[in-house]
């Protein structure tokens, strides 16, 4: 059941299939962030993969089943919280394709995705949050994920949230509302549309001089830190919400042993 005390939300965690094979940390600072704005927080242990990438490859069937297990497990929270605009976008925007015409579970959808949020938004529109006494010493440069910025409209939270942090500096990037590449399944079909896309890219980071390299999607990043790290660049890429939880003095992104 909902939690009563709506000055204290009841959170339901998604984790997402990449932060938990590849980046551990994110999840960790996620929560301690979460549970710093007031929210009591719960991974419920039944939840699966998001099912964007059966989504992606026209397997509505498998994606349906995937998402009905998704749902049964977020039922009972106030709200979904997402480290990824890609996975929430899926959850929120793409879910309600899926049961048109069954009436049990597309109100069942709806009510599970009209409060999935992903973190950065949440925090900051939902929660009003802004960091205390968190430092990070570096120049980073921000890359707006798709998704999450074109579905979710995160931009201004992120940043917000990241001029509150002493010792932080933020560049601007060109292109940075431009695809890194990624895309999901889009890198395998396509490899080398997808390398020409983050070769470039790697240019854009490189000229702003930033050392740090910041983003809200660890696909994203995960590909952008991979192909700066094949150049032998030195700049070094974390999670937003890796910051703002004051988690970030450990190996960046692809950059040595992650984080768990």
Not at 105 to 117: G, I, L
Request: a negative charge.
């Amino acid at each position: 059941m909902a939690n009563p005390d709506k000055s204290k939300p009841r959170v339901g965690f998604f984790v997402t299939c990449v932060v938990d094979a590849m980046r551990p940390n994110i999840g960790f600072a996620s929560l301690k962030v979460l549970e710093q704005a007031g929210c009591e927080v719960e991974v419920p242990r039944a939840q699966t993969c998001c099912g964007q990438a059966a989504f992606n490859s026209g397997d509505d069937a498998s994606t349906r089943e995937i998402a009905k297990q998704v749902i049964t497990a977020f039922e009972p929270y106030d709200y979904v919280v997402v480290p990824s605009g890609s996975c929430a976008s899926m959850i929120r925007s793409h879910y309600g394709e899926l049961f048109a015409g069954d009436a049990e579970w597309e109100a069942r959808q709806r009510a599970v995705s009209e409060k999935t949020w992903e973190v950065l938004s949440f925090l900051s529109d939902i929660m009003n949050y802004r960091p205390e006494g968190v430092y990070y010493d570096g120049v980073a440069t921000y890359h707006d994920s798709c998704s999450g910025l074109r579905d979710l409209g995160v931009y201004e939270q992120p940043r917000a949230m990241l001029s509150a942090v002493e010792g932080l500096r933020l560049t601007p990037l060109t292109g940075n509302d431009e695809c890194c590449g990624f895309g999901g399944t889009f890198c395998v079909k396509y490899p080398d549309i997808s390398n020409a896309i983050v070769t470039d890219k790697a240019e854009k980071i490189a000229a702003t001089g930033a050392d740090t390299l910041l983003g809200g999607d660890m696909g994203c990043l995960m590909n952008m830190a991979g192909k700066l790290s094949r150049q032998g660049s030195e700049v070094k890429a974390y999670h937003t919400i890796e910051v703002l939880a004051g988690m970030a003095e450990g190996p960046a992104i692809c950059k040595g042993e992650e984080m768990g």
